[in-house]
């Protein structure tokens, strides 16, 4: 039998994390081709309407009924405005932990929404979904991306050398791609603790159905 999560949503005092939908092709392919998202991931550049296609229609759907994760399409509570993804996926039902990648839109940055977001996938995780381990990745030159891990609690536990790909601008145009590390982080349950949270300005979530 194939483990899979629940195809749930979870709101937080700003924002609802839900599947994505076709009305969020045109937002998602304009997200993805921010230059920070070149740099920093390996989706394709440019990043075409087909692509965004792909994602919400294909790729998404099959995380989840595949058992490897899920992901959450970030929109804002009021205006319902995709600001960003989350995306569980790898995700080892034995030993019930899963990695968290995550995308912020360039128009949503600086809001705090990537951490508002992973903190209440985080919460679901482990205490509606009982999951011991969250892990995370991230290039060791996004400080942005660390910023975000150290936020919500991770801690580092070491580096992946040469582990790594990011692209550069390239002189004349286009984009040269170079080697780096990646620096592992994780979160366990009792990483999230109240105090700690409330510190960062945020309460409880217990929104999800």
């Excluded at 919400?56 to 992901?71: D, M």
């Excluded at 995370?136 to 609690?153: E, H, M």
Aim: charged letters at 25%; hydrophobic letters at 40%.
């Amino acid at each position: 039998m194939t483990h899979t999560f629940p195809d749930v949503s979870i709101s937080t005092e700003r924002l609802v994390l839900r599947p994505f939908e076709d009305a969020d092709i045109p937002a998602h392919t304009e997200m993805m081709n921010d230059e920070m998202v070149t740099a920093w991931t390996t989706v394709p550049h440019p990043y075409t309407a087909g692509d965004a296609e792909d994602w919400v229609r294909r790729f998404a759907p099959e995380e989840r009924a595949s058992g490897r994760g899920i992901v959450f399409a970030v929109t804002e509570f009021l205006t319902q405005r995709l600001v960003g993804t989350v995306h569980l996926r790898n995700t080892d039902w034995r030993i019930l932990a899963t990695e968290a990648g995550y995308v912020t839109a360039p128009w949503a940055r600086g809001e705090g929404y990537a951490t508002e977001s992973l903190l209440a996938v985080a919460q679901w995780l482990f205490r509606d979904r009982r999951f011991e381990r969250l892990e995370l990745r991230t290039a060791a030159g996004n400080t942005a991306s660390q910023q975000v891990a150290q936020k919500i609690g991770c801690i580092s536990e070491g580096v992946l050398r040469n582990a790594w790909t990011v692209r550069t601008p390239a002189d004349g145009g286009g984009w040269e791609e170079s080697r780096t590390d990646l620096i592992v982080w994780s979160l366990l349950p009792e990483d999230l603790e109240a105090d700690r949270m409330a510190e960062a300005g945020y309460s409880s979530y217990t929104d999800w159905n």
